[in-house]
Nanobody, 121 residues
């Protein structure tokens, strides 16, 4: 079954770090990139970052520039390392697959179930 599976969320104190993982090894879609999105309570879904399948192109949203690193390995895993976390980073984080270089969520065709990140003291 084609799917994406996120993991690595949890509770972290402000200023702390987390690394989220996205298992894309079972994707059948001939995708161009894996993107990370988040949805905070009462807010619209927001693009965070994407990485091209071969790692050759990376994008970060302004909200995460300088605080996040996206990477991939040869086994189909994609990672989002987030540092200096703030309470406003609290959200459900999703990974998703797209065929083009975009952060438009409508162009993402396969989504994971999400993983909760809570930043609180």
């Amino acid at each position: 079954q084609e799917q994406l599976v996120e993991s690595g969320g949890g509770l972290v104190q402000p200023g702390g770090s987390l690394r989220l993982s996205c298992d894309a090894s079972r994707l059948l879609l001939d995708y161009y990139a894996i993107g990370w999105f988040r949805r905070a309570p009462g807010k619209e879904r927001e693009g965070v970052s994407y990485i091209r399948r071969n790692g050759g192109r990376i994008y970060y949203a302004d909200s995460m520039k300088g605080r996040a690193t996206v990477s991939r390995d040869s086994d189909g895993m994609v990672y989002l390392r987030m540092n200096s976390l703030k309470p406003e980073d609290t959200a459900v984080y999703y990974c998703a697959a797209t065929r083009i270089a975009t952060m438009d969520p409508h162009e993402y065709h396969v989504w994971g179930q999400g993983t909760q990140v809570t930043v609180s003291s």
